[in-house]
């Protein structure tokens, strides 16, 4: 059972990297059927760590087909056992720790719990801060401070969100001008947030660099991500008029 359990998850990350989420959801679901079976038999911190890996996987794949209600219900399961068993610190539990922290707080803020998103991804980031490992690469944290300068952005904390995005630079910039080409996508996000957040705040120069910098980055990345480029490189002109318009 434990076999095939392994074979049904390999199967749905498969199908989820390659972006067929309803196949991947569809053997997740199977994977995590099966294992629950062997969970309630045998509750051991080995049987633990594999099933609370299987609901957060489960979970996320549920955010992915849209179906909100079922990706909280996993999410919130792994939480609890990982918390009831005092494993939050646990370096064989943290990452699944963070994942369900941070994707509960990306759906709360989708349906406009900014107070339970902030309060999630706010843990989410702690924990990035607090382990010193590559197990968070730089691409992870740059956006889990992007993720709560544009909550902060939301709700019109202008200053706390511009602090996010500063840091979330910081951590890409260096990368960034080492390997362009991996990093440019992560901080081309920054850059656009960066600038409407400076029109919000009538930084109007501050926003046209951030603009301008967006829309040059526009041009390299378009060919990975069209759909997504094409609408902020709208949103990144328009920024570049309305501070040129402002100064």
């Known amino acids: 059972d434990r076999d095939r359990s392994t074979l049904a998850n390999d199967i749905g990350v498969h199908y989820d990297r390659i972006g067929d989420y309803v196949n991947s959801n569809k053997y997740l679901l199977r994977s995590y059927e099966i294992f629950s079976e062997i969970y309630r038999a045998d509750s051991s911190i080995d049987n633990l760590r594999k099933f609370v890996n299987t609901l957060v996987s489960l979970g996320t794949s549920y955010y992915k087909v849209g179906d909100a209600d079922n990706s909280v219900k996993f999410l919130f399961v792994a939480i609890s056992l990982i918390e009831g068993a005092g494993k939050i610190h646990d370096p064989s539990f943290i990452y699944e720790y963070y994942m369900a922290l941070k994707q509960l ?24 801060n607090s382990i010193s490992s590559d197990l968070f690469i730089v691409e992870e944290k740059t956006d889990m401070y992007n993720n709560l300068g544009y909550l902060y952005f939301t709700t019109k904390q202008y200053e706390k969100s511009e602090v996010m995005y500063k840091s979330a630079i910081d951590i890409c910039y260096g990368p960034y001008l080492e390997n362009p080409n991996k990093y440019i996508f992560n901080i081309f996000r920054v850059q656009i947030n960066l600038s409407s957040l400076y029109i919000a705040m009538e930084s109007y120069e501050n926003a046209m660099k951030y603009g301008k910098d967006a829309i040059l980055n526009c041009e390299l990345i378009y060919a990975v991500y069209p759909e997504f480029i094409a609408d902020n490189y709208v949103l990144a002109l328009n920024n570049v008029a309305q501070a040129a318009l402002a100064i």
């Open 105 to 128: 707080g990306i759906l709360y803020f989708e349906v406009g719990d900014y107070v339970n998103s902030e309060v999630l991804l706010v843990s989410s980031l702690d924990i990035v």
